[in-house]
């Protein structure tokens, strides 16, 4: 299921990529926020600063996990494949 929802395809390339680099972009803007705010330049309050990092992370920890689990579970099938032809090689 994880696999499934990490490798869904959209535009050629898989979920787990936009989510990336959304990721990314979302970390680039929270700093961007901070450095502008120093700097005087108030288009975007500093108020946002903290929401933008939480969601940053949240983001982060998405990604992170749904790459985690895929290799995890990817691995566990083909070794549970495996283990099943042995077994039955042996008898």
Sequence with gaps: MLTEISYFIIF????????GIVTLL???VTASVAILNMKGIDTIPLVWHPRFAVLSIY???AHGMLGILCVFLKNRKKND???G??????V
Aim: a positive charge; proline letters at 4%.
């Design 12 to 19: 050629g390339r898989p979920l787990i990529m936009y989510l």
């Design 26 to 28: 979302m970390f680039l």
């Design 59 to 61: 983001l982060a920890l």
């Design 81 to 83: 494949v495996y283990a």
């Design 85 to 90: 032809q042995k077994a039955t090689q042996r």
